[in-house]
């Protein structure tokens, strides 16, 4: 069994609780926490499981690590502390464990990476023998092995389309929801996740990673934006009221230029109410899903929907980025220490959790 840690439990360190336990070759060693309230509950009601685990919260993290865990899924959020999660993921790595996690955004495309993030990291491998591995659901699965994958079923490929699309009511995350991504701000307002770059930052390293295994080059990668009002004041279960002529909804893309033409497409479709927007492209259901078009002959398009805790997509979004990370823990094990990305970390079957609950 490989002695694991998870580093947070929020929206995704409560699903890295559910996963690590549920992975057959996988053993909760610890969990560790921010909130002095956490400390000392059990691992289990942390992670929604409704029965004990044995494995009390603690916010040591040199007691954690000394132990030496074999792994560390980091789910604690490097949004608005990337230097913080940086930070956090070389002590671990240093401390000779793989560590896997959504949390960096730039080291998804880990060839691409800025220095300032990429040898600090690298420095870590070397001195601790570690590794990590960066990815998630959009980024991460959603347009990198998924679209890859389909576009293998294709004669001729025009374009790949990899599409989020998302009611953001349901979204357990208020500050990123209204600050970063600017829903219920001023139309004049500048979201952080919104601004000229920041998008091509998050996700430009799907675009490259797409385009090395496709074997093709880019001549550059492009952005556009749209954003819509509400028309009238909405209320929502989890993070109250958004206010009428306030924005609404989001669509942006991030494109891949071959040849001049936009070949490699990821595109975001976010609203706070269905009635925003209604003309853009919506989920089969009215509530979420992640698309993959591949315009060509065939023409072939996957929509895959995910829920967890209560029929909750943003939730199931979570749980699926989660399960490419714990998956790819006993892999890592395996490998050599380093720096790994998509297109080195294979998607395996879920062996030996087929029908099984955990005792």
């Known amino acids: 069994m490989i ?23 996988l053993a909760l060693a610890a ?31 040199a007691a954690a690590l000394a132990a030496r865990p074999r792994a560390v899924v980091y789910a604690a959020s490097g949004d608005i502390r990337p230097d913080d999660a940086l930070a956090d993921i070389g002590r671990a790595i240093r401390s000779g464990a793989v560590v896997v996690t959504p949390s960096l955004y730039p080291l998804y495309d880990q060839r691409n990476a800025p220095p300032e993030l990429r040898d600090p990291i690298l420095a870590a491998v070397a001195e601790g023998g ?11 699965w959603g347009n990198d092995v998924l679209p890859l994958l389909v576009s293998g079923l294709g004669t001729e490929l025009d374009v790949i389309r990899c599409q989020e699309i998302f009611d953001y009511s349901t979204y357990e995350q208020e500050d990123s929801v209204r600050h970063l991504i600017g829903m219920g701000h001023p139309m004049d307002y500048q979201p952080l996740m919104l601004a000229e770059g920041v998008p091509t930052m998050v996700w430009g390293g799907q675009i490259r990673l797409m385009a090395r295994a496709l074997g093709v080059e880019l001549d550059e990668i492009r952005e556009t934006l749209d954003r819509r009002a509400l028309e009238t ?19 942006f893309e991030v494109q891949g230029v071959v040849d001049g033409v936009a070949r490699i497409v990821i595109e975001h479709i976010t609203r706070i109410h269905p009635s925003c927007a209604p003309d853009w492209p919506t989920p089969p259901d009215g509530v979420g899903a992640h698309r993959v078009v591949i315009e060509g002959r065939p023409r072939i398009e996957v929509t895959v929907e995910a829920s967890d805790e209560g029929e909750n997509r943003s939730a199931g979004g979570n749980a699926t980025a989660v399960g490419r990370l714990v998956s790819a823990i006993d892999w890592l094990v395996d490998a050599e220490p380093g720096l790994y990305d998509a297109l080195d970390v294979p998607l395996r079957p879920a062996v030996g959790r087929l029908g099984r609950r955990p005792a």
């Not at 998870?6 to 609780?17: K, M, P, Y």
């Open 130 to 140: 570690g590794s990590l591995f960066v990815s998630g659901v959009d980024p991460g």
């Open 233 to 251: 004041t909405v209320t929502t279960r989890t993070m109250g009221e958004f206010a009428a002529g306030s924005q609404g909804a989001v669509r």
């Open 3 to 25: 002695p694991t840690v998870v580093w947070g439990t929020g929206n995704v360190g409560r699903a890295a609780i559910r996963a690590v336990e549920a992975h057959p070759a």
């Open 31 to 61: 969990v560790l926490v921010h909130d002095p309230a956490k400390v000392g509950h059990d691992a289990g009601e942390l992670g929604g499981l409704g029965r004990p685990l044995g494995v009390a919260a603690t916010d040591d993290i």
